[in-house]
Each structure stands twice: as C-alpha cells, then as structure tokens.
C-alpha cells in the first residue's frame, strides 16, 4: 500500500478507507459476505466528486466555451476509457481485491472495474483528507494533459465548418498540395481555401491528419476566441 500512496501523492491516516477503495464486490461477497463493504458506495461519492471539480475546472480554463461544448470535454474526461487510462498508469490493478471468480476472468485489467476504483480512490481521498486533497489528486492524474488531450482530439474540420457557416454563402474546400518521403512513410501537405483564399496549412502523415491541422490552424487564425485552448 506505501507504493500505491506514493504514486497517488497522497498518504491516508485511515488506511481502511483505502483497502474499501479497492475492494471489488466479489471480494466483499466473497470474504466478508457483504456487498457493503466493496467499493461501490465509494465510487458513488468519487463519481460526483470527480464530476464537479471537472466542470469547475473546465470552467475556468476555457473561458470562451459554451455549454454544450463544456459537456462534451467534461464526459470525455470523466468517461470509462480516460478513467481507465488513469488506472493503468498507477497501476491499480495491481492492488485489486478480487474475488477467485473475478481474478480468474482477468478482472484486474477489466477497464469498467478499474476506472471505478479510480472514483472510489478519489471518494476515500476526500473522507480521508478533504476536498482540497481530493481534487489534488483529480488534477494531477485524471485532468492533467487536458489541453493537448482537448487539442489532438478536437474535430477542427467540423469546427471550422460549423464557425465559417455562421456568415451565408461561405465556401471551405482542401486542396492536396504536396507529398513527400517514401510510400510507407509519406508526409502529406494540404492548403484550406475559404471562399477561394488560403485560409489555413497543414501537413500529416495521411491527408486526413493534414486536413485536420489545416483546419486547426484557420480556426486559430480566424477565429481566435473560439478555440477554447490558449
């Protein structure tokens, strides 16, 4: 446990509440014949937790989003695959109580058990020290990356497109205008016309990563404000 408390950042003062963080249900059933005392109740609180220090720091950070597109990052944030990406870098697997059942179907490296303990990790944190300890955790392993996350996962064509149709008559094309290096290993340059002038270059290792950095940097020159990103 000293080597999970190192890597989380944080040391509990009632080690408990972090052996119920990772306490699957069928360990619960299994050793104490009770579900209660499994992560689950832990997770409820974590999930909460998690959901309000991630809206309030996206709302801070992003000052120019709207709503809509604040709900969309704070669910990619706190969803399965970004919760289990965490796990797998402390390496809560690891450190599972399992059940025979569910050591023996691979339960430690399950993504929905693991991005549940890292809730439940989050919950046992804040009972433990607060929410001030609690979201220090959040921002150091859940939220951190979260611009350059925000940035390589943006859709920028559909970004711009939707920007550049707020005027009538707008017209956006992409022009393929250079590629070079080996077939396997081919870099690609694309140019985006708005309305017949260039607007934006890009380039990619396919045309599509290049129409999509085209597209990234005439949103950042067109529309500064709107990026969400400074």
């Excluded at 000293?2 to 950042?9: D, P, S, T, V």
């Excluded at 009632?14 to 832990?42: D, F």
């Excluded at 109580?97 to 809730?119: F, Q």
């Excluded at 890009?202 to 290049?210: C, D, L, N, P, V």
Aim: charged share 25%.
């Amino acid at each position: 446990m000293h080597e999970l408390q190192n890597a989380i950042g944080y040391r509990f003062q009632n080690p408990a509440l972090l052996e119920q963080a990772l306490t699957h249900t069928s360990y619960a059933n299994e050793v104490y014949q009770n579900g209660l005392r499994s992560y689950e109740r832990l997770e409820f609180l974590g999930d909460s937790i998690l959901g309000f220090t991630a809206a309030e720091f996206l709302l801070s950070t992003f000052p120019q989003l709207h709503e809509g597109d604040l709900s969309k990052l704070r669910a990619d944030l706190v969803c399965e695959t970004s919760l289990a990406q965490t796990a797998r870098k402390l390496n809560l697997g690891r450190y599972l109580r399992l059940g025979r059942g569910e050591e023996a179907c691979g339960g430690r490296e399950k993504p929905s058990i693991i991005a549940d303990v890292v809730e439940s990790i989050i919950a046992a944190i804040y009972l433990d020290g607060g929410l001030a300890a609690a979201q220090r955790f959040i921002y150091s392993d859940v939220l951190v990356d979260t611009r350059q996350r925000i940035l390589l996962n943006t859709d920028w064509k559909t970004k711009l497109q939707e920007l550049v149709q707020r005027k009538k008559d707008q017209s956006l094309a992409y022009e393929l205008i250079g590629a070079c290096g080996p077939d396997h290993d081919k870099t690609f340059s694309v140019r985006v016309l708005l309305n017949g002038s260039e607007v934006g270059l890009g380039t990619g290792t396919s045309k599509k990563r290049a129409e999509q950095a085209a597209a990234r940097e005439a949103v950042e020159r067109l529309f500064p404000s709107e990026t969400g990103v400074h």
